[in-house]
């Protein structure tokens, strides 16, 4: 569309600034992980046990498991909430959820 040959050194930012467009995917991938997310959190099933990692008895012997904490850190900074616990407690209202998730997408961060 642009005509950019494949040997020129422009960034991928660049070559969206010149076709006055923007990443649109990567909004819409985070949009749906966010309201997903929400929509876990707000039941009570097994999926919201093992994101918040709150499974009764003992731990197995060896190394620890990895937890899913990349996934939530990494949302609760998208989102621009202080910590995970309070991002955890706002997905419990489902209004303020909403426009967290809409603050987060006009931001465009």
């Known amino acids: 569309m642009l005509k950019i040959p494949w040997t020129a050194k422009k960034t991928n930012e660049r070559v969206l600034q010149e076709a006055q467009s923007e990443r649109s995917l990567s909004h819409k991938i985070r949009k749906r992980q966010a309201t997903f997310f929400g929509h876990i959190m707000r039941q009570e099933k097994l999926e919201n046990v093992i994101i918040t990692g709150m499974m009764m008895g003992r731990r197995c012997r060896g190394r620890q498991r990895e937890r899913l904490t990349e996934i939530t850190d ?36």
Not at 83 to 109: D, P
């Open 74 to 109: 990494g949302m609760a900074k998208w989102l621009g909430v202080g910590s995970v616990v309070a991002m955890l407690q706002k997905t419990k209202m489902h209004q303020e959820w909403r426009g967290l998730i809409a603050n987060a997408m006009e931001q465009g961060t």
